[in-house]
């Protein structure tokens, strides 16, 4: 990721954060999650793809099947190296860590 970030910086402004479910086949336990495409609630997967402006994926992270991406979200900027913030207009911003100049 270092070096896309080192590329393509410029594109980090906003990253788009896109929750996907994968039907997961192996044969240890873990929780169901509901397949749209299936119409069933089977043991599943979420792949949480970070996307940079253009769409171009920087990261996926894999999670056991969960209630939704917003609880996910904490973890998944921490993932990227972001640290969050709340602003005076009570927005959360995230700071890596680069000074502007």
Same mark, same amino acid.
């Given at each position: 990721?270092?070096?896309? /970030?080192?590329?393509?910086? #410029? &594109?980090?402004?906003? &990253?788009?954060?896109?929750?996907?479910? $994968?039907?997961?086949?192996? #044969? $240890?336990?873990?929780?169901?999650?509901? /397949?749209? $495409?299936?119409?069933?609630?089977?043991? *599943?997967?979420?792949?949480?793809? /970070?996307?940079? #402006?253009?769409?171009?994926? &920087? &990261?996926?992270?894999?999670? *056991? *099947?969960? *209630?939704?991406? /917003?609880?996910?979200?904490?973890?998944?900027?921490? +993932?990227?190296?972001?640290?969050?913030?709340?602003?005076? +207009? +009570?927005?959360? +911003?995230?700071?890596?860590?680069?000074?502007?100049?």
């Amino acid at each position: 990721m270092r070096l896309r /970030v080192e590329a393509r910086g #410029q &594109l980090l402004g906003f &990253l788009y954060v896109d929750g996907h479910v $994968r039907v997961y086949h192996g #044969q $240890r336990t873990i929780p169901k999650a509901h /397949v749209a $495409r299936m119409r069933l609630s089977m043991p *599943a997967t979420t792949d949480y793809w /970070v996307n940079d #402006q253009a769409g171009d994926p &920087l &990261l996926v992270i894999t999670a *056991a *099947a969960n *209630a939704g991406m /917003v609880k996910m979200l904490p973890e998944v900027l921490t +993932s990227t190296g972001c640290t969050t913030k709340r602003s005076a +207009s +009570s927005r959360e +911003s995230c700071d890596y860590g680069r000074s502007s100049a």
